[in-house]
């Protein structure tokens, strides 16, 4: 059963690392896919997806010298994983946060305008019936159906990005 459980650990630190390795990787790609910058907007996190990826690999490295189950050390290490595969988009995307000629980024999401369908937080924001809670979010409604909601620093940043956005892709306006 030990040496299963160090195998385990040794596949999932070869997936960890790859996933490590795959931040430069696609930090370039989203340079590429998403053009020029027209509004750069304020970093939320710096240092916290390092932390959750130490963490990560402090998981996969104390599994052998406790072993709790074969199954129960899988679900760890897959936690692990999952954990290192958030905080590497987060880490991909860091430095990035803006709104960009064909997306916007910010934290760990990335938003191609292609992709969007509406953004629905647009057509209820003044009304008066509203609590207020839109001042810092924007909900986005993509053409798959998945819903994203980006939440900004701060309602200047969230105003800026949105003018923004509505000056790149007109058809998003509300009617």
Not at 118 to 132: F, I, K, Q, R, S
């Amino acid at each position: 059963m030990k040496m299963m459980t160090v195998g385990l650990c040794l596949a999932g630190l070869l997936c960890y690392a790859a996933i490590l390795l795959s931040i430069p990787m696609r930090t370039k790609k989203l340079r590429q896919n998403a053009g020029r910058q027209y509004l750069a907007l304020k970093q939320t996190s710096s240092a916290k997806w390092i932390a959750i990826v130490v963490f990560a690999a402090a998981i996969i490295c104390v599994l052998p010298l406790r072993d709790m189950g074969l199954f129960v050390n899988a679900v760890l290490i897959g936690t692990a994983l999952i954990a290192t595969e958030i905080a590497a988009r987060e880490g991909a995307n860091r430095g990035m946060a803006g709104v960009y000629k064909d997306a916007i980024v910010l934290g760990a999401q990335t938003v191609y305008f292609v992709n969007i369908e509406a953004l629905p937080t647009l057509a209820y924001e003044n009304d008066p019936e509203n609590t207020g809670n839109y001042k810092t979010t924007l909900s986005i409604v993509q053409r798959d159906g998945n819903e994203a909601t980006l939440i900004f620093a701060d309602e200047e940043d969230r105003a800026n990005a949105v003018q923004t956005i509505l000056d790149l892709v007109p058809r998003l306006r509300p009617r």
